[in-house]
């Protein structure tokens, strides 16, 4: 039979076959082959990459998908990020800073709709720390006791994302009930790292995420996609992720944010980040990876969990005047970001929301694999160039 097909197509879908078969049976993928797979750009390879991530949310979670309640507890940050609408400099968006009253009845909202985890996030406000340094009270007093509250009222696991926090402060989280600290690290290219998060260490918010873990918080990693990095940058973010062990991760396409400095940066292809959450999926088939609301809203779920996502993020109880971060409107007050507006979509996906004692018994497990795991392990991560020597 005569074929159109060129022998380098030919090859281009034997190596795609091989790989995803590969990934499937859970061998180890090379930096190679991994980096193959994110530049893929062609529909029906893009396709065979998702239905690949697919079957392996299957084989690891059956058709059951977790959701996150989100609360923007305060919107004050004394950090620049240059892509970030909540930075210091920024007199655009609206600053507020929540009463633990409103947190916790907003959590009993989300709890009663069937969510399965409070992520409790912020922006560094200046208040925190100023009472760290002058009054030697205990730090973040106001968030342990947010922490406590919403813990006691909704009994669900609690996330918390208040950025870069020293050991001391990790204890009076984890002592007040959190069992999650999410801290993105955007990329792993410390370049540009620099140029994002304007005057921030890089290693001491990497070594955040390490110290988090030794004390026994689940951790979440996470990159922001579309913000000059390249294949290479996306290939040491997976290393990098894996060496930590994140018990979640994820990547999110860049949102570029009025009066900021990246205001007009263009906008990233939308299957940048459903590509990078398929290879996350295959590098990482027994781990929580989100399909955040707060990129292109719902409209944008169905593409993110066909694309091997199983956590809904960025849930926002609607009219109470909380914020999302990437998008700091969009759907919330039209109640688009609710269990009621997401299960239609799950049902399109033949997927179903998982039971809460289903999400509780992943947490478990997870924390005595992740125990076990990081006992035996180095404490510095080495890039991936000197680990490849
Ligand atoms: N202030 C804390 C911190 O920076 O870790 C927690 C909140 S921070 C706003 C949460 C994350 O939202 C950031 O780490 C970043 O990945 C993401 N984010 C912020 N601005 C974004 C944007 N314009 N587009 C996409 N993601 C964004
Ligand atoms: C989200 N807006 O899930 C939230 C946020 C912080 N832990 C999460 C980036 O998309
Ligand atoms: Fe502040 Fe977080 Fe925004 Fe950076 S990303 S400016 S630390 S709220």
Redesign the pocket.
Known sequence: MRTLETPHIHNMKTKLTSTLEKAYYLEPLTPGETGFLLQLEDEPSIRSLFQTASSLREKFFGNKIFFYGFLYTGTY?R?N?N????RRSNPTPHRYRKDLNEIVSASLELARSGIHLIDL????DPLFYTEEEENEKPTFESITKLIAAVKEATQLPVMI????VSPRVLDSLINAGADWY???Q?THNPELFKRLRLNQDYSARLQTKINAQQKGLLIEE?I?VGVGENTGDVLESIHVMKELKADQVRA??????EGTPMQHTTLPHPLEELKITAVMRLIFPDRLIPASL??EGLKGLKLRLDAGANVVTSIVPPNQGLAG??QWALDIDSSRRTIAGIIPVLRQCNLKAAELPGYVEWMTNRKKIIMNEIQHRETTIKPIKEVLQ
């Open positions: 940050c950090n990020c892509f970030c609408f909540y996030t912020m922006g560094e994302s208040p950025g870069v999410a801290c993105y955007e996470g922001l999110m396409n860049f949102v570029p944010q707060d990129v971060v990437a």
